[in-house]
């Protein structure tokens, strides 16, 4: 069956569309986006692993809705957006109101990048570490080893690991040609292992394939960890592979999973104390356009062990309600003191 995608006219969308983010059919032979069929390729980019429930078929996404940061939620609405136009339905849900594409900038909807790399010492290491495999492919070969290396980068919210993540991999489709697979759930872990393993090794033996775990202690919340192992350790994963997981909860996450090298080869922590000298300043430009204020670093916020996250509000907030940046931070404080008093301590997943 050939996945199409046509028009109120019963126009075919052609090749030109392929790729735009619609599903990935996979059959035995061949691999088709919308009105393409890909007979060798699977083209750059981020995938999630799923399930067609219709045709039971494995498909791979590169359009995910709960992910998506666009202003486009469903297939129809994609498709408008490749004519030029989106329908959109008015609060009452009777009437459709038609909205020019061109008039939403989509490049200010992309978050821009702090190069958080350059300012901490744990993703300094780890950033470094991941050149240096990419330029050792040959070393590799020569001496018959499996080319693939493993990353977990551990610490707590806030610090910008799921960042240099998503950047890294934006890095490496443009830079190498890779195809990112994300797993966000045991479902995807299952589907991948059950029903994916064949595209891996048929349609990318020769590409860059990097898995990405964006919260590893969700993958470790049962007892029988043998399907994570078996992602780990499978034979169709032990070349031209590289695994970026993260996790804000190391204590959940059992030793036999990482004691083992060739399970996760650099192992760092990326904690609130691995900021050079400079940092602050250098985030204050970048979230706020000027220079920082010289008496800044005599106040009682500069040189605390305080995260991105917390930085970011302490400016913002000091900005927007025109207040001192010295109450900002007596707000923050006061913050964190009633978390720590009224809120239960638990696993933290996300950024």
């Not at 609060?91 to 790399?117: L, Q």
């Not at 495999?133 to 040959?138: A, G, I, M």
């Not at 991999?169 to 190498?176: E, G, M």
């Not at 860059?208 to 470790?220: P, Q, S």
Request: proline content about 4%.
């Amino acid at each position: 069956m050939k996945l199409q995608i046509q028009n109120s006219t019963n126009q075919t969308y052609s090749e030109e569309y392929a790729g735009t983010g619609a599903s990935v059919l996979v059959h035995d032979s061949h691999i088709e986006f919308p009105a393409g069929k890909l007979e060798y390729e699977v083209p750059p980019g981020k995938y999630y692993p799923m399930i067609d429930r219709k045709s039971d078929r494995f498909i791979l996404s590169r359009y995910n809705p709960a992910e998506h940061r666009g202003p486009f939620s469903d297939l129809d609405e994609l498709v408008a957006e490749l004519e030029g136009t989106v329908v959109r339905k008015d609060v009452t849900g009777k009437n459709s109101i038609k909205e020019n594409v061109a008039s939403i900038d989509h490049a200010s909807m992309t978050p821009r990048y702090f190069p958080m790399e350059e300012y901490h010492v744990g993703l300094k290491q780890v950033n470094e570490g991941i050149d240096a495999f990419l330029k050792s492919k040959d070393f590799y070969y020569q001496n018959r080893l499996g080319y693939k290396r493993g990353v977990l980068l551990y610490g707590p919210p806030g610090t910008g690991k799921s960042r240099y993540v998503e950047h890294k991999c934006d890095q490496l489709i443009t830079d190498y040609d890779a195809i990112v697979l994300r797993l966000q759930s045991y479902g995807d872990l299952d589907v991948l292992l059950s029903r994916g393993l064949y595209v891996v090794k048929a349609k990318m033996t020769n590409r860059l394939k990097v898995i990405v775990i964006e919260e590893l202690a969700t993958l470790v919340q049962r007892n029988d960890y043998t399907e994570l192992l078996n992602l780990l350790d499978h034979m169709a994963l032990q070349d031209n592979v590289l695994f970026l997981m993260t996790t804000n909860s190391p204590d959940v996450i059992p030793e036999n999973i990482i004691d083992r090298p060739s399970r996760v080869d650099i192992l760092e922590e990326v904690g609130n104390d691995g900021y050079i000298e400079g940092y602050t300043e250098a985030w204050y430009e970048f979230l706020m356009g000027e220079k920082m204020q010289e008496s800044w670093k005599s106040m009682n916020f500069y040189g605390k062990i305080v995260n991105p996250s917390y930085l970011k509000e302490l400016f913002i907030s000091a900005k927007i309600n025109s207040i001192s940046i010295e109450t900002s931070w007596k707000s923050i404080e006061r913050r964190r003191h009633r978390i720590r008093s009224h809120f239960s301590k638990s696993d933290s997943i996300g950024f």
